[in-house]
């Protein structure tokens, strides 16, 4: 980390913090019992308020780039390349915002290339826009059911009438209301919304992680034996940084439509 930040500072300085590289909040050292522990903290990807329904860690590969049984097993895996391409998925963003993303996503990784940096990953999240408003009606009818169960004689009154609109005044001292896929762009700086044409409404987080994996002597070991294993054709992680952008920069084409 300490090799690349005076670099990297520069490079999000450059492009005004539109990218889609970590942005690093802090870094700390945590020694215990002699043993030294380094920790990186960086903006969440996500967003507070809109719920991931999948999520993708992809790298351009496909080479040993499935999800295990144990990852899927979890309430919310975290799936891989052939996962992603087996199910026939895409993510609907519009020509335009494809072309905006793909050149800031090619920036990004040119600049990696050049670190020598490889073995990154696209993290990808999808907010399904109609299951969280059927999710939400869910949760807000349970709460209704349950209030009503626990006012007594008086829960019907309160059931049937609700609480009354907000007046003007306690509207300036609430924050600003969201709708459905709604989010304010300052905050929440890797979404994307589907394209006003997709098959179905969603909000798409991405973002590049995991970016400091320098191409050493032992990838290049990694790299060596897995070329053996599979053959110099087969598409492994472990490749040189210029190999990894440019073959990472393909696939992202490829998925996004």
Do not use: W
Not at 43 to 60: E, P
Not at 127 to 149: G, I, K, S, T, W
Not at 220 to 230: D, S
């Amino acid at each position: 980390m300490h090799n690349i930040l005076k670099k990297y500072h520069q490079f999000i300085v450059e492009c005004h913090g539109n990218t889609l590289l970590p942005q690093f909040l802090g870094m700390y050292r945590l020694t215990v019992d002699g043993v030294e522990t380094y920790m990186v903290v960086t903006r969440n990807v996500f967003s507070h308020r809109l719920t991931v329904h999948r999520k993708y860690d992809l790298k351009g590969s496909t080479v040993a780039r499935e999800a295990s049984d144990k990852e899927k097993a979890k309430d919310l895996p975290t799936f891989k390349d052939n996962d992603f391409l087996n199910e026939g998925q895409k993510l609907h963003v519009g020509e335009e915002s494809k072309k905006n993303f793909l050149e800031k996503l090619k920036r990004d990784v040119e600049f990696l290339a050049q670190l020598k940096i490889m073995d990154y990953s696209l993290l990808v999240g999808i907010h399904d826009v109609d299951r969280a408003e059927q999710e939400e009606m869910e949760v807000e009818e349970r709460a209704e059911d349950e209030e009503c169960e626990n006012d007594g004689l008086g829960g019907n009154l309160l059931c049937s009438y609700g609480t009354p609109p907000d007046s003007p005044g306690n509207l300036l001292s609430f924050p600003r209301f969201f709708g459905p896929g709604e989010f304010d762009p300052s905050v929440d700086v890797y979404a994307m919304k589907s394209h006003e044409s997709a098959p179905k409404k969603e909000v798409y987080f991405m973002a590049i992680i995991d970016i400091l994996t320098p191409y050493d002597a032992k990838k290049k070991a990694a790299h060596a034996a897995k070329t053996v294993k599979h053959g110099a054709g087969a598409e492994i992680s472990t490749v040189n940084p210029e190999q990894y952008s440019k073959r990472f920069n393909e696939f992202m084409s490829n998925i996004l439509t």
